[in-house]
């Protein structure tokens, strides 16, 4: 047990850098015939120690697959939370990730799930799932984005069908809007599968001519920034933007990317000149001040503390680099407003979001 804790504490900080996820995107495990060790939602994967992990009895956590499927998807939720809550081991503290019933679907003993830009530069491409087959036949994309215990049961799905069809698990499995799962027996076995990918999507960018660089204008002054800070403060009185963090302009692409996206900077960004009537206008239309507001001089973040200001401009940057990237794939798709809307109200983000940003 040691070794296998060591093992992919080690892999949790290879792939726990901005490389691979932001804030506390992303996660792994390591699964016994017994036990499933998983990270613990919202924390990051680069600070994890080998205690934290999260313990589960695998054969409670089977039991999860064949739960009723009610209409109501919050019913589900709550239902699965505490099937899952209910599988985790004495001594174990931490809620378990919502993917763990998802990590326990793949037979190998190491899972490392990722949301690298190369990699959501496909995924949230129109033609990404064409170009996956292409790049990568031998893994297996799927391509309608689920959320919550759905997106485990689609995808275990779809896993089942694989292993059907060709006799084998796959090594990787690419989703839709959201990033990729990676399986494998050995930690090196994980290592080789990430170099295959990004190896072959950086390749495909270069032919493309693309690049993660940003064509930015200069920061503008912070004061800026302060100031309409103080405008969404005063028109809403909230403390959402008690902080700001300032970027020079680019091209920013909304948060309905991925759900990170989503938890961090929300749905959607204001874009235009931020005067008190065009920000009324956005909440009366979206049900929430900006996170987000991009001008002509600039992107600027907002937060109730710095660290949520700071994770809001960072995801936006993400945002935009996979908003770049895409043109290799026929350009940006977003996932569709009823997905978008439950992530955005679901309690396990919301609880992701607590967690990550303290």
């Known amino acids: 047990m040691s070794l296998l804790l060591d093992n992919i504490t080690q892999l949790s900080h290879e792939f726990g850098g ?48 064949a739960v009723e499927i009610p209409d109501d998807p919050h019913e589900l939720e709550a239902t699965v939370l505490a099937m899952k809550m209910d599988a985790v081991l004495p001594g174990s503290s931490g809620r378990p990730s919502v993917e763990a019933p998802l990590h326990d679907s793949f037979d190998a003993a190491y899972v490392v799930h990722t949301h690298p830009v190369l ?11 064409e170009a996956c087959l292409r790049l990568f036949p031998e893994y297996l994309w799927v391509g309608k984005l689920d959320v919550g215990h759905m997106l485990c049961v689609r995808t275990r799905e779809a896993i089942q069908e694989f292993t059907e069809h060709n006799g084998r698990q796959p090594e990787a499995v690419f989703l839709k809007n959201h990033g990729v799962f990676v399986a494998g027996d050995t930690p090196d076995s994980i290592r080789e599968t990430y170099r295959v990918i990004m190896g072959r999507l950086d390749e495909e960018y270069n032919a493309s001519g693309l690049t993660l660089d940003l064509e930015k204008g200069p920061a503008p002054d912070p004061a800026i920034g302060e100031e309409i800070a103080r405008l969404i403060r005063e028109t809403f009185e909230t403390q959402d933007a008690n902080f700001v963090a300032t970027d020079g302009p680019y091209d920013v692409a909304d948060g309905k990317l991925t759900p990170d996206h989503i938890v961090y900077m929300k749905p959607h960004i204001f874009e235009g000149e931020p005067t008190r009537e065009a920000l009324i206008e956005f909440r009366e239309r979206y049900g929430y001040s900006p996170r987000v507001v991009a001008t002509d001089i600039g992107v600027f973040g907002f937060g109730a503390t710095e660290n949520n200001a700071a994770l809001a401009l960072e995801l936006a940057i993400d945002g935009a680099q996979v908003k770049k990237l895409t043109r290799a794939f026929g350009g940006i798709e977003y996932m569709d407003r009823a997905t978008l809307e439950f992530i955005d109200s679901w309690e396990v983000e919301a609880y992701r979001r607590k967690v990550a940003e303290k």
């Open 119 to 129: 990699v959501n530069g496909m995924t949230c491409a129109r033609d990404g799932g």
């Open 18 to 65: 901005d490389e691979y996820i932001k804030a506390g995107g992303g996660n792994t495990s390591v699964k016994d015939a017994e036990t499933l060790w998983v990270k613990p939602s919202g924390t990051t994967l680069a600070g994890l120690t080998p205690e934290q992990f999260v313990a589960m009895d695998r054969a409670k956590n089977a039991e999860i697959h």
